[in-house]
């Protein structure tokens, strides 16, 4: 089938809004309601394994203490932390204080003005989506994507394919018709059990992670003087990751050894 979209994971993938951004909000959130948590760099890579600020907040509870988190108030208290998190997010993002990865402007803009439809999976909120487009992309930012499919969309979180599902139907395309960009291995199993081809752009909680079957595994999309690194369709690849290139690991795959 011809490709004729592309869908985004956001947290990691479209910007790294994790280490300095989302763990410091969450900080802030933690410290503003008395908490005596905190989850420093290494502790939120772990983390990273749960899908979904909710889910990470309460899993991180009752870990440490599974008495507590079984209080009747507890998934209030979460809501209230989350909602509170998510405003010192917000006020970070708004500020410009979180990035795009490098070529990830250059890669949306090429397949727009080539055609292709752009879609966002995700399980951040979509105040956070709408925030982060706005602040890097401008006025237009959300206009480029067709379909936001974010936290709430959908009952399962990543690693469950739901959201991806979701998106498809929104678009009316079938998996194949499709590639998604992701940065994580759950959002990887996320994209690969809905069917859909994945290009891995890893950063530094997720450059050890293994990802089967993934149609590459970059370091990132790389800029002109600033070449990204990995593997692609199976084979050492070093470049400026664009359209072209991405068709070629398709039709690389899809004619095999």
Known sequence: MTIKALIFD????LAETERDGHRVAFNRAFADAGLDWHWDPEHYGDLLAVTGGKERMLHHWQTIDPIE?????????????????NCFYSQMVASGSVALRAGVRRVLFEARDRGYRLGVATT???????????????????????CIGAGGTVGKKKPAPDIYRWVLRQLELQPAECIAFEDSRPGLLSARQAGIATVITHNGYSCDDAFPDALAVLDGLGEPGSPATGVAAGHPWSGVVGIDQILGWVEARS???
Not at 10 to 13: L, M, P
Not at 69 to 85: T, V
């Open 69 to 85: 988190a079984q209080r009747p108030d507890s998934l209030g208290l979460i809501n209230r932390l989350h909602q509170q998190k």
């Open 255 to 257: 004619a095999g050894p």
């Open 124 to 146: 951040t909120t979509p105040a956070n989506v709408d925030v982060l487009l706005r602040s890097t992309l401008g006025g237009e930012g959300a206009n480029l994507f067709e």
């Open 10 to 13: 956001v947290d990691g993938t």
